[in-house]
């Protein structure tokens, strides 16, 4: 069936899933005679989104719903909370159950997807990505069997004027490995202590498999973006995956915006807890000032923009501003750590973003150093 | 850094103590201490008026701490007032509920000699120094009122200095110690981060403007009112001359009724188009932010250039 004629058929969840089953079970059909695909290519995909909205205002999401709309897309209420969209044979179904944290299904090609997604995230302000660190993926990972494991470290991508590698004291700029081995943990953790790659060794995607039965099982590619890319037999086990990591990283966000950003009261009086982030080596003087004009200069993927203080030659306070959702915050960086003050309210997603992307561009060894955080960062997953 | 920054510098340093921080002793946190109050003003015994930097609260201990920072030279009139504060000035005049309290001088290590022959033998006030490695009640001179606290300052707290905080409290009205020049960075970051945040039509006052951009984390309300309303007559000026100059296109300033008495009683209105909520223009960002730059370079803080280079290669303008 065409999309069109998918986006036109179903009409409940109960149909979605069914139809999400027969894409799964063809192409695990395909996948087990060893017919490679191209990368994405018919796979169902999911993706948790962050539409920010921590009170969870019905509200929030009629206006993203509005701004798809404006975009020309198809739109067809499945029911209150589930919503399929279509547009020039891109099909998509968001499930807003949890209005912040959106889930939205694709069995669309990946570069349509991509596009699409990238394009929702620039234009409609509330809208994020949610972010999984390397210890948040590691973390999960034990919620099935570890297949393997992808690092992509890349300096350039934010590091445009300064040179990265010889902060970190690396010989890449970039790096690609992807390992499947029969036991990955074993042998990130030995890459890991041969220290061979140094601080340019993030995790990118991880694949895990978890068995619900004898024939029923889930074998996803998770990346750091929060995609799901699903290679099991069964709708439900993929969604079960897709639900659980959902729900650490809700935890996480809203564990951020709850206890640490700073407010003060009069019943409590001053509370909260500013976070601080080390860095593994030392920002050497003479790149300290390029960085951090790098960081804070509007651009993707952390998108801060501030006025940047230096105090001293290796110490700088920056006002800055979210310029996803416009929100202020103040940070405190020095050449080997960083700390930044939340006000109440400021989305938690920003926290998130900032690590993930500090340790896929810059080094992936920086380290939150809240011991509360760290727990949450490191869920422990039956 | 200036002198007079480092008085903002010596009181942060001293509250970061009453924070869980990573890698800065939680000291006063541990003993249930909590800021109650930023430079809160009340009359001693005698009539005489106080305004500590911090009055900090423990309800686990029923104790307080009035926090008295000198990055010069003590006051030997302040010294004297410090000194006829009692018990029931702070219940009933400042209206904090203890049983006990002390006054406390705080003061980087240059200060020491002269704090330490001011208050030796003539005022009970213990007597902190920040040193280059260290916070430290100086030992011979007096002890804290409260044994627990006592104890938990008996031996110097090791600190490392390079993660000292310094923007727990990011505000104070002392024109020294937070510049008109960094109120117009926090001006402008705020207007950014309002244009970008809210929709059109937007309403937003000057008080509540100063609250989420300028003093921040609610911190408006540790002030006395007397306080606040100088806090709002100091940003506001600097504000509406800001708004009138740089983002005509964007807000619009609306004087209420009985505004020339009580100043604080203008909006700002957001008044650009957008398509919907906040600027989802990236194109508006961008301009956004080269406004910012306009108006820091004509008038704000100069070390603050991080615009300068930031245009050239804004990746979000590839609309």
Redesign the interface.
């Known amino acids: 069936m065409e999309n069109k004629e998918i986006f036109d058929t179903i009409k409940d969840r109960q149909e979605m899933g069914q139809y999400f089953d027969r894409i799964m079970d063809s192409t695990y059909a395909a996948l087990r005679e060893q017919q490679e695909q191209e990368f994405g290519e018919n796979l169902l995909k999911s993706y948790i989104f962050e539409l920010h909205n921590p009170k969870r205002e019905a509200q929030r999401f009629i206006?993203f719903i509005?701004?798809l709309k404006?975009n020309l897309f198809e739109i067809k209420e499945i029911d209150k909370d589930l919503l399929s969209f279509y547009k020039d044979d891109f099909l998509f179904f968001i499930d807003a159950y949890d209005p912040r944290f959106l889930l939205i299904h694709s069995p669309s090609k990946a570069t349509l997807c991509n596009d699409n997604f990238d394009f929702f995230v620039?234009?409609?302000?509330?809208l994020d990505r949610t972010w999984f660190n390397t210890s948040l993926l590691e973390s999960l990972s034990y919620y099935g069997e570890f297949e393997s494991w992808k690092s992509v470290y890349n300096s350039k991508k934010i590091h445009?004027e300064s040179d990265i590698s010889a902060y970190n004291n690396l010989e890449w700029e970039e790096l690609s490995l992807q390992i499947k081995s029969r036991n990955p943990r074993q042998k990130l953790q030995q890459i890991r202590e041969s220290n061979i790659f140094k601080n340019a060794f993030p995790i990118t995607s991880i694949r895990i498999k978890k068995d619900y039965s004898e024939d029923a099982f889930a074998r996803e590619d998770i990346n750091f973006l929060g995609k799901f890319t699903a290679r099991g037999n069964n709708f439900v086990n993929h969604i079960d995956i897709v639900t659980r990591f959902s729900k650490s990283y809700s935890k996480l966000v809203e564990t951020i915006e709850n206890d640490f950003s700073?407010?003060?009261?009069?019943e409590?009086?001053?509370?909260?807890?500013?976070i601080?982030i080390e860095f593994p080596t030392k920002i050497q003087l003479e790149y300290f000032k390029i960085i951090?004009?790098a960081w804070?200069?509007?651009?993707?993927p952390f998108?801060l923009?501030?006025?940047?203080?230096?105090?001293?030659n290796d110490?700088a306070?920056?006002?800055?501003?979210d310029?996803h959702?416009?929100?202020?915050l103040?940070f405190?960086i020095?050449s080997?750590?960083m700390?930044i003050?939340l006000?109440?309210d400021v989305c938690g997603n920003l926290i998130t973003r900032l690590l993930a992307n500090l340790e896929q561009h810059f080094s992936s060894s920086v380290r939150i150093?809240?011991?509360k955080l760290t727990k949450v960062f490191n869920p422990q997953i039956e | 850094m200036t002198s007079e920054e480092k008085h903002l510098d010596l009181i942060n340093a001293f509250a970061g103590l009453c924070f869980d921080l990573p890698k800065w002793p939680n000291t006063l946190y541990k003993l249930g201490f909590k800021i109650k109050a930023i430079e809160w003003q009340f009359t001693n015994t005698n009539g005489g008026f106080v305004k500590p930097e911090l009055i900090i609260v423990s309800q686990k201990l029923n104790h307080a701490i009035l926090l008295e920072c000198k990055s010069g030279t003590l006051d030997d009139d302040q010294l004297k007032r410090y000194s006829d504060v009692a018990l029931d000035d702070i219940v009933v005049k400042a209206n904090f509920t203890v049983a006990g309290f002390d006054v406390t001088f705080f003061v980087y290590e240059v200060s020491l000699e002269e704090a330490r022959r001011k208050i030796a033998g003539s005022f009970k006030f213990p007597l902190i120094v920040l040193t280059g490695d260290k916070i430290e009640r100086i030992a011979d001179i007096n002890k804290f009122s409260h044994g627990d606290v006592d104890q938990d300052f008996r031996n110097p707290i090791d600190v490392d200095l390079r993660y000292r905080p310094y923007n727990l409290i990011p505000f104070s009205n002392d024109k020294k110690s937070f510049p008109d020049s960094k109120v117009v960075n926090a001006i402008v970051v705020g207007l950014t981060s309002m244009l970008i945040t809210e929709t059109v039509g937007t309403v937003i006052g000057v008080l509540n403007f100063v609250q989420k951009y300028i003093v921040k984390n609610n911190l408006f309300d540790c002030f006395l009112v007397a306080d606040q309303k100088k806090i709002i007559e100091r940003c506001q000026g600097l504000m509406r001359s800001i708004v009138k100059k740089y983002y005509k296109n964007y807000l619009t300033i609306m004087i209420k009724d009985g505004a020339e008495i009580n100043p604080n009683k203008y909006d700002i209105i957001k008044t650009c188009h957008s398509e919907n909520e906040g600027a989802d223009s990236l194109k508006e960002k961008k301009q956004l932010i080269r406004i910012a730059g306009n108006v820091i370079q004509d008038m704000g803080d100069k070390a603050s250039v991080a615009y300068q280079t930031s245009l050239d290669e804004f990746l979000l303008s590839s609309e």
């Open positions: 206006k509005d701004f404006r620039k234009r409609f302000p509330s445009k700073l407010h003060f009261s009069k409590n009086g001053y509370y909260g807890e500013p601080i951090l004009k804070f200069s509007g651009t993707q998108l923009w501030g006025l940047i203080d230096f105090k001293l110490y306070v920056v006002e800055a501003i310029l959702m416009g929100h202020p103040t405190e020095s080997d750590f700390r003050y006000q109440k150093l809240n011991d």
